[in-house]
């Protein structure tokens, strides 16, 4: 299975930019789909966005124009560029790996340990 660890969250003032990098090791990276995840203080997990071997993508509307997920497969990274940050996009962000066509969240595929981006002024 594979391994996912995360960085590049901090701290960023509203409109600000950050990229999320998410590295993976331990399995064959084509062949997972992934998303970044967040989950804010007192509230669920929701997906924000996912990428399919394919490089199809989707992504939460809250973050649409403002966020664009790649993945690098020679590099073996997932990365999430962050633009036109908001307050409400302050949460922990977590990287999730999964064999399906795409992400299914959960209790499925793999997860990393989580980075925190806080937006505030």
């Known amino acids: 299975q594979v391994q996912l660890v995360e960085s590049g969250g901090g701290l960023v003032q509203p409109g600000g930019s950050l990229r999320l990098s998410c590295a993976a090791s331990g399995d064959t990276f084509i062949a997972y789909s992934f998303a970044w995840y967040r989950q804010a203080p007192g509230k669920q997990r929701e997906l924000v966005a996912a990428?399919?071997?394919?490089?199809?993508?989707k992504y939460a509307e809250s973050v649409k124009g403002r966020f664009t997920i790649d993945r690098d497969n020679s590099k073996e990274t997932v990365s999430l560029q962050m633009n036109s940050l908001k307050p409400e996009d302050t949460a922990v962000y977590y990287c999730?790996?999964?064999?399906?066509?795409?992400?299914?969240?959960?209790?499925?595929?793999?997860w990393g340990q989580g980075t925190q981006v806080t937006v505030s002024s």
């Open positions: 990428i399919t071997s394919g490089r199809t993508t």
């Open positions: 999730n790996a999964d064999m399906s066509y795409f992400p299914r969240g959960g209790d499925f595929g793999s």
